[in-house]
């Protein structure tokens, strides 16, 4: 009964390589969002769609490409992996505009080798 | 833009001690604040958050934060902490008027030993 969910849960990959996380809440949110920890722990916002159009783009690299197909999916595509895309990448849903209520998921652990 | 700084990168303490973490933010104007926990393996899940009125915040899990606006401080308190309150402690702020984004702390990393 997982509300917000995650595949895969870890992912390793080689420098150069395009691979997808994806994204599905059964909430019936309209906004969904993408977000990234680095090895420092810190977790920034990259990316957030409301109703499958996008409202937040956080001067990430072109190379990541959100693609949201109904409501309920929010996935994320990245070309050309580099080193220091390796992170733990959570999504999260929530009412539209209301972060402050938002649901994450467990994280996708992503390591480029 | 707002930042948020967490003091503590990681705490050990024993069962039954007091826990107290440390949120200052750095923002002049009004703010929503939260504090988030990560048990290992789990998601992110809301520990409690303050919007406005009492400037004490009870959570779940017994835990309580206070907000003190001239201190920019939101700070994060459990009195008896058990081993299973081992996890990530998360605090984060949004800005009242511009709520779609959350900008998080660095973390804590909290190990309670049995």
């Known amino acids: 009964d997982t509300a917000v969910s995650q595949t895969p849960k870890y992912l390793v990959t080689q420098m150069g390589n395009d691979k997808s996380i994806k994204c599905e809440q059964n909430?019936?949110?309209?906004?969904m969002y993408w977000y990234k920890q680095d090895s420092k722990k810190f977790l920034k916002i990259m990316f957030s769609?409301?109703?499958?159009?996008?409202?937040i783009n956080e001067t990430v690299p072109n190379r990541f490409s959100p693609k949201s197909p109904d409501k309920a999916h929010l996935n994320l595509h990245i070309n050309s992996l580099e080193l220091g895309d390796s992170a733990v990448y959570f999504c999260?849903?929530?009412?539209?505009?209301?972060?402050?209520?938002?649901?994450f998921g467990q994280g996708t652990r992503l390591t480029v080798v | 833009a707002q930042s948020v700084s967490q003091h503590n990168h990681h705490v050990i303490l024993s069962e039954a001690a007091s826990l107290e973490l440390g949120c200052n933010y750095s923002?002049?104007?009004?703010?929503?604040l939260f504090w988030y926990v990560q048990y290992p393996g789990q998601h992110l899940q809301l520990l409690l958050k303050y919007f406005s009125g009492d400037p004490l915040v009870k959570g779940i899990k017994g835990f309580e934060a206070e907000f003190i606006k001239s201190k920019f401080s939101f700070n994060l308190r459990k009195p008896s902490v058990q081993w299973s309150d081992t996890a990530e402690y998360f605090c984060a702020v949004n800005v009242a008027l511009n709520d779609y984004k959350l900008s998080f702390g660095a973390g804590t990393t909290v190990t309670v030993r049995a």
């Open positions: 909430l019936g949110h309209d906004t």
């Open positions: 999260a849903s929530s009412q539209p505009y209301r972060v402050s209520e938002a649901f």
């Open positions: 923002y002049g104007g009004t703010v929503n």
């Open positions: 769609y409301n109703n499958k159009e996008l409202i």
